[in-house]
């Protein structure tokens, strides 16, 4: 993942929405409008890894709701005019998840918000969800009836005046499939938002192509996970301030797994090893 070196002087808050793009952009710029009251608010969709050669699904909507609201989550209210919940993304589109990873995020919406704390997204799917596996063959996902209204997804995000807000929504791929007892897949989104503002990242380079590993992290209460791209690449993304331990898990009975330990983290810095690493072959 490559990142835009942008002047952030006018921001304070930043949110990315879904881009089509590899790295993040609009880290930062003015919002032209004469409204002192409005910021702009951005979504964009990346992608934990799952070991599929396809994951699609179809995004409907993502609505977004200020903390003065109500509890009511009924489905009639999701998009008054004079209701509470506010339209950022409404164009129906089937993505193939595993298009975004390491970093990779696809743009899915902007819009002008009433200033305030913004406390809950919905990310609203369709029923054209399917997986392709590594055999080639293609299974529908079933998504449970009783989501119809959207998935939950909780923030505390302040949208400023004249200012942008971007986030990203990872869709943990991975977790969010359930093999079902009659071999039927049942899509529950593993959810969870990264503000770009804040979010650093740990990237690197696995030198064994044939070690098929998956690397990943615990953050907080997360797994951050990603699989290296075809040259070896990874990127963590979406991590805040912190210490990490990144391990290396490879899925053959060739390499060893191995631990990298302690790497610090500041507020949106971006950590890269300096030399590719190396697994250790497994003895025999």
Same mark, same amino acid.
């Given at each position: 993942?490559?990142?835009?070196?942008?002047?952030?002087?006018?921001?304070? @808050?930043?949110?990315?929405?879904?881009?089509?793009?590899?790295?993040?952009?609009?880290?930062?710029?003015?919002?032209?409008?004469?409204?002192?009251?409005?910021? @702009?608010?951005?979504?964009?969709? *990346?992608?934990?890894?799952?070991?599929?050669?396809?994951?699609?699904?179809?995004?409907?909507?993502?609505?977004?709701?200020?903390?003065?609201?109500?509890?009511?989550?009924?489905? &009639?209210?999701?998009?008054?005019?004079?209701?509470?919940?506010?339209?950022?993304?409404?164009?129906?589109?089937?993505?193939?998840?595993?298009?975004?990873?390491?970093?990779? *995020?696809?743009?899915?919406?902007?819009?002008?918000?009433?200033?305030?704390?913004?406390?809950?997204?919905?990310?609203?799917?369709?029923?054209?969800?399917?997986?392709?596996?590594?055999?080639?063959?293609?299974?529908?996902?079933?998504?449970? &009836?009783?989501?119809?209204?959207?998935?939950?997804?909780?923030?505390?995000?302040?949208?400023?005046?004249?200012?942008?807000?971007?986030?990203?929504?990872?869709?943990?791929?991975?977790?969010?499939?359930?093999?079902?007892?009659?071999?039927?897949?049942?899509?529950?989104?593993?959810?969870?938002?990264?503000?770009?503002?804040?979010?650093?990242?740990?990237?690197?380079?696995?030198?064994?192509?044939?070690?098929?590993?998956?690397?990943?992290?615990?953050?907080?209460?997360?797994?951050?996970?990603?699989?290296?791209?075809?040259?070896?690449?990874?990127?963590?993304?979406?991590?805040?301030?912190?210490?990490?331990?990144?391990?290396?898990?490879?899925?053959?009975?060739?390499?060893?797994?191995?631990?990298?330990?302690?790497?610090?983290?500041?507020?949106?810095?971006?950590?890269?090893?300096?030399?590719?690493?190396?697994?250790?072959?497994?003895?025999?």
């Amino acid at each position: 993942m490559k990142f835009l070196a942008v002047s952030k002087t006018s921001f304070t @808050k930043i949110l990315t929405g879904i881009m089509i793009l590899t790295g993040l952009i609009f880290t930062g710029c003015n919002v032209n409008n004469n409204d002192g009251n409005k910021g @702009k608010f951005r979504v964009s969709l *990346t992608d934990a890894p799952g070991d599929y050669a396809a994951v699609n699904i179809e995004v409907k909507q993502i609505l977004i709701k200020t903390s003065d609201d109500s509890d009511d989550d009924s489905e &009639s209210d999701m998009v008054d005019e004079e209701g509470s919940w506010k339209v950022i993304f409404d164009d129906s589109m089937v993505v193939n998840l595993l298009d975004y990873q390491n970093g990779t *995020t696809l743009f899915l919406g902007e819009t002008e918000l009433e200033t305030g704390i913004y406390e809950e997204m919905r990310l609203v799917l369709g029923d054209n969800n399917s997986i392709v596996l590594n055999n080639g063959s293609s299974v529908n996902l079933t998504v449970p &009836s009783a989501q119809t209204s959207g998935y939950k997804i909780k923030l505390n995000t302040e949208v400023e005046p004249d200012q942008v807000t971007d986030l990203v929504i990872d869709f943990d791929a991975a977790r969010s499939i359930v093999v079902r007892g009659n071999g039927d897949f049942n899509l529950k989104p593993v959810l969870r938002v990264v503000e770009v503002d804040d979010a650093g990242s740990i990237s690197g380079t696995i030198g064994q192509s044939d070690a098929d590993a998956w690397v990943y992290t615990v953050a907080g209460e997360d797994t951050v996970s990603t699989m290296p791209n075809e040259s070896g690449e990874f990127t963590l993304y979406g991590l805040e301030a912190g210490t990490y331990d990144v391990t290396i898990d490879s899925q053959t009975e060739v390499y060893v797994d191995s631990t990298i330990y302690d790497i610090e983290l500041d507020t949106n810095e971006h950590f890269e090893f300096e030399n590719t690493i190396l697994l250790d072959t497994l003895s025999r």
